[in-house]
């Protein structure tokens, strides 16, 4: 889980949406485990989105990130499947 709270006063993030991703796509996976680019700046780039989060999972159990997102992502969560995500108004 990754929290990064903006400033109530930053406009930028007054408007929120709601992103699902699939892990396999965006990660390498080694073993059938998540692991990390072997490049610096793809390792820096899976960071700054939240990727980071499913290193050392295993893709059979984790396979989805669900995060909100404004001008960046303020939560992700890694979900174990699309039936552990539920939201009601």
């Not at 899976?46 to 295993?58: D, H, I, P, W």
């Amino acid at each position: 889980m990754f929290f990064n709270v903006p400033k109530a006063n930053d406009i930028v993030n007054r408007t929120c949406y709601i992103e699902l991703e699939y892990l396999p796509n965006h990660l390498n996976i080694k073993n059938g485990i998540y692991v990390p680019s072997g490049d610096f700046k793809d390792i820096m780039r899976e960071k700054r989105e939240n990727y980071n989060l499913a290193y050392g999972l295993r893709i059979r159990e984790y396979e989805y990130m669900i995060s909100l997102k404004a001008s960046h992502k303020i939560i992700s969560l890694v979900v174990k499947s699309l039936d552990n995500i539920k939201i009601r108004w």
